[in-house]
């Protein structure tokens, strides 16, 4: 700076600082939960050493002590190198509503496309991150929806009519959901794109607590799965409603009741497509969970770090 005059060098201050606020400004309009995250590990390697590493696009970036590589929150992530982050807020809130995409891309002022990449990403991780440890009583039911190429160039059937005959159960034009529900509203659930029973034995092994009592109605595919849990761990109940030792009730209404939510919830969606449709399923859970309290900032932590919003979660 030496060879310039007074008025160059404090024009070229006045440069940096502007510079210097518009980056902090920048830096502000990233969501807290992306902007504040402190990474435990390295996602290139899991090693715990890390250094900050400068920034880049207004995100932190730390360096592994040991494999050297750098990166940042997002890294590795399905939010991993989504861009206008600054808009991200008003998505979650608009997710939170469970708005269509068009009234999404309109809230967020970005173009439909944007808006339909960013809620698939934003659900990837979420679909995933489903309740642990189901405890008292769990009801266990499966549910169907119309398998749909929704959106695909290459139509592998002939297009169903509207309003066209009946499909029965175990038809492969419908696609089973499993559905996994307790008594104090926390759930899992699979869809079951290729067979019922390999789902059915993760569901019940990885949410049940070993001594919660599972419910099912008499379909065979759930009482096998349940048999395997071992005795005294599973009621069948094939009328409306059966007592308990000490009265307590037994039927599969909590879980029914949940699916004609879900069906009622998805209506405004009108069809969605076989491929997306887990993740459907899981936005919808973690509404009616409430993980997210509301708050559009947690919903995106939701979406790339659920075990920071809440440890009885799993990412399945
Ligand atoms: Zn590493």
New binding site residues.
Partial sequence: MVSLTALQRKKLTQQLEETQTEQEAANKEIPPAVAEADPEQ??????DELGKWGNASGLQRWR?K????TFNALTGTPLARLRKKEKWLDNADAMIAGETIERTAELCGVHPNTAFRWRHRFLDCQKRAQSQDLAGIAECDETYFYRSEKGSKNLQRRPRKRGGDKIKRGSKELVPVITLRDRSGHGADRVALDGVPPYIKDLFNQHLLEDTLLITDGKRSLCAGAKKRGKGSHVRVLGKEARGKKGEPYHTQTVNAFHSMLKGWMTRFRGVATKYLANYVGWHRHLTEGHHRNDPNLFIQLAFNPLAVNQQLKVI
């Avoid at 390295?42 to 090693?47: F, N, S």
């Avoid at 040991?66 to 590589?69: I, P, S, T, Y």
Wanted: charged share 25%; with cysteine.
């Fill in positions: 390295c996602p290139h390697c899991g090693h592994c040991d494999c050297k590589k």
